[in-house]
């Protein structure tokens, strides 16, 4: 069974990510196509904590943000868990047993998972999938062996575009298995006689944390997401792919697949202003794959047409983006792997056995990225698989990655050449040399990752391999490690109970010994019947954390039915979670509330605490499972309320909207100001709010398909926005906004076009027509990226006053940046960055206005470099300093003097957690010195030093002379003292709205900040 990772809530948990969100937030994904800095293995690759898993993510294409900021992507995704468990008969030719080998009767076998998120995969769509259980014609609504087995044959389950996989369950919490399997299948009919049938549509929701709803109709499949996504099919096959992706205000991507002239199939991914990303499936080797885009050996090329100009040729550098070859992979064709398989029965022990494996996986070869100038940069694949040399071979999963390096070698999958850096490898727990069990599980964990890298060092380049070690959680044992190449480990612990919590950590030791702790809960929906295993929708209720040598802090989350925040509370100083070296059950006690925020909803529901007697309970109609007519977004905040530490309330902003269950835009932003009501008002309702004109500051704000038209804002001040034809289609881009205060008396216009083909702004003129017109142009290559950017004055900016170029270097790993300082082209300052290989910055360089612009290879005229490099048990930062007390700077021009020697090194260090350690100011006799270790083994002068120590909450600094200065901070980060011997110290305290500093020395001198319930400095006693 595929591990199925919680996202939204449970995955946000790590990261505390409960921050509140803008109403108006970025656009996701980036603009554009961005192959500069994919490089980076950290960047593509994730190994699961707890299951082992391998993924990678290669981002290839994305459509430009359109209405709303809506887009969609296209990425190519990879899991090494390739198979799933399937239960067959002992049929003769199941080719999953050998040919003409028989499995046992009724057995789980190894399957090939690529159609249900296993293995290589485009990421751009939604998979809906009704599966029958596989041998279901034995006993078949007998009850025999199991009636679980023998009358719960159908499965209900959507696959996102990331490739996880999402159980539903029918709506009602009708009669199922507790791995959620049913009698009534995708037309609502009983399998069995007696079970009945149910009306179409049939209604499903999650309880993995995601809160989807999903309907089957005799129209096809639609799944509605909480913040307002519909995701459909017309399609009513049992397996459907969506062909429509909308947001909330009707902004749609359509997927479908089309024949090319030239018969080839084309996978097109198009908005509403027929912007198109295509896959063209190009066949190599198999004659079929003109009509087939599945063929085991093809070609695809990614491209785009339609960004305001008509694609010509595919292959064209204008258009073609990617390439993507594809290969077969024979896995025991010629000898067949034996492993141990079992009954899918708990209670039939009866049919257990060996099975032998025999099959294809279709897997990626190459990937070539499209680079702008030198060698095409590719990554190569290898894996474990019978083309694989005899010690590598196994059951088919990615052994070998060949990272993007410039060269036109390839990486050599029987025998890495060592000189093909970089390169990344990986050992897996099961291997041919070892009898595998698909008893539970058709995972195969990452034992080992191995990286080889060559680093650009001031020297010369140098080698390194580092290497990583996994451990994983087990029966007896529920802990997991990774060991870092610096010898750090990170210790999580998973819970190992088959409740709805299987596999998720619940404590993280990191290297340096910060824990983490996690009190899990339970937000489940009403489930009608008795199933504890099924609890589900698991959520942090309280996440503890405390550093080395340091007390508790905690935050607590409260939230509603559909997965809503109502409420979060930081604690400091909170006594260690109970019960002690277990999972947390409890929420944090004793310790000082910092601050308090209450959230509540346009679509109200209970709190996640409570269960409703029934599916169509008084007050659940807003459920996201509920039976009523549920509305499409649940995500509209009404009010928010923000108490500090007395208790008092702090702040205070409410929201009303178009439409808070359909569109959601806010039309009405409320923020009270403690200046103008002496206490909180009331939250009121949607029809009477709490906060009006009299007591809050009041903007408002005009839409059209998500887009803002026009916003007023508290003084009155008014800015209005035209989405004409020359923003790429009407109502797209802003082409023009207005700005003027409430009197009119003063109005500022700009005017915007912009790059079609990424969405970027091209051009903004400001106050245009006007003898002070000015304008901002800017050039962009086919990836978004901008290659210059000028501003000037005149007719179509002719007249330039200050110009800025970026030049990337994408197969030398490095961008140049260009600007100029006395006229528009003379570019006499430059800055260089430089990654090696693998996506590890190396160098960055900067020039002066006086020594010329440098190059990525200039070896003059820099005043100042820094270099990077992870060494040991630690990673450092080496900086050159130009201009220092050793020595002197260059005369200003129009002198002809060159530049002084920079004769000091400023060298950091950092520890395994990135805290800072130590910074040193090292003398440089001249400019061709070596550098300090860790860079070389020269001796160096240290001229002076400073030095970081770390203890709970407190870090303690000190200097070249011996001083110490302590800083202590408070669980929101907040300073709360500092301490410096022979000197005053001082109290920092945060009463309601106030700031208290306290400085105790000689004399007591006590100041109090005072500031109003949104920030703004109110008053100052002394």
Known sequence: MRYLTLVGIAALSFAQAWAQKPVFSSTKPERGTMPYGVYSLSEIESIDQATGTLGLRIPLAALPPGRAGFSQSVDLLYTSQIYDLTTVQG?????????????????????????????????????????????????????????????????????????????????????????????????????????????????????????????????????????????????????????????????????????????????????????????????????????????????????????????????????????????????????????????????????????????????????????????????????????????????????????????????????????????????????????????????????????????????????RDESWTYTYPGPGNFNGTITAPDGGVTTNSFFWDFSGRHRLAWKTVSPMGETVERFWAYNEPWIGVSAPQDRKNAYVRAEYRKPAGGTYNATAFALDKNGNVVSETVYDGVGAPTPAGQPPTSLPSGGTILRTMAHVYHSETPDAGQLGGSICAAGYESAYWGCSSTPVYKQARFRTNVTGLSGGAESATQWLYDSATTTGNVTDERRWDSTKAASLPGNGTPASPGLTAANAEVSTFTWNQGNLIAATFPDGDVTSTVRGVSGCGTNLYPTQVKRHDQNAAFRLTEDFTYDCATGAQKTATFEPGSSRAIGQVTDYDRFARPTSNYTGTGVGSSTKWRQRNNEYDDAGFSVRELSSVDGPLDFRMATVSSLDPAGYMQRRRWSDESSGAITATSTTGVVSEQEYLYSGLFRYELEAVPYSLLTSPAPMPPATATAGIPLAWRRRQYDRDGRLLAEDLIKRETATSAPPPPWSVTTPTVVSSQTWSYNGYSVTITDAAAKTRTETRDALGRLTSVAQPGSATAAYAYPARQMTVTQTGSATQTRTFTYTSLGRADWLAR
């Not at 030239?262 to 202003?273: N, P």
Request: glycine fraction near 12%.
């Open 91 to 463: 049929d003769q030719q199941n080719s999953f047993c050998g040919s003409g080998v028989p499995c046992p009767a009724n057995t789980n076998v190894l399957q090939p998972a690529t159609n249900s998120g296993g293995g290589w995969q485009y990421a751009m769509t939604y998979r809906f999938e009704a599966t029958l259980r596989s041998g279901v014609g034995f006993n078949a609504c007998s009850g025999l062996p199991d009636p679980d087995t023998s009358t719960n044959v159908w499965r209900y389950t959507i696959t996102f575009p990331d490739g996880s996989s999402h159980l539903l369950r029918l709506q009602g919490g009708l009669p199922g298995t507790f791995d959620g399997y049913y009698p009534y299948g995708p037309n609502g009919a009983g399998v069995c006689s007696g079970v009945g049938g149910l009306p179409l549509p049939l209604k499903f929701h999650t309880t993995d944390g995601t809160y989807v709803q999903v309907s089957k109709s005799d129209l096809g499949w639609l799944a509605t997401f909480p913040d307002g996504r519909q995701v459909s099919t017309s399609s009513t096959f049992d397996v459907a792919l969506a062909t429509k992706i909308c947001d909330r205000n009707g902004n749609c991507g359509t997927i479908s697949r089309v024949i090319d002239t030239d018969l080839a199939v084309l996978t097109h991914l198009v908005d509403d202003m027929g912007r198109t990303v295509r896959i063209k499936h190009v066949g190599t080797t198999d004659t079929t794959c003109p009509a087939n885009p599945f063929c085991l050996n093809s070609e695809d090329q990614i491209f785009r047409s339609g960004y305001g100009g008509t694609a010509t040729d595919p292959a064209s550098v204008n258009n073609s983006l990617w390439k993507v070859t594809w290969v077969q992979s024979a896995i025991g064709v010629g000898d067949a792997i034996p492993y141990d398989c079992s009954s899918p029965v708990g209670n039939d022990p009866n049919h257990n056995g060996r099975c032998r494996l025999s099959t294809y996986v279709r897997n990626v070869q190459q990937v070539t990225l499209p680079t702008s100038i030198g060698t095409a940069l590719r990554y190569q694949f290898c894996y474990a698989d019978d083309a694989a040399v005899t010690g590598k071979r196994g059951y088919g999963e990615l052994i070998s990655i060949g990272l993007p390096n410039g060269t036109t070698g390839d990486l050599a999958c029987g025998n890495p050449a060592p000189s093909y850096r970089p390169r990344v490898e990986y050992s897996y727990r099961e291997s041919r040399a070892q009898t595998r069990s698909a008893t539970s599980s058709s995972e195969n964990a990452v034992l080992s990752k191995s990286f080889f890298r060559r680093e650009t060092v001031l020297t010369a380049g140098t080698d």
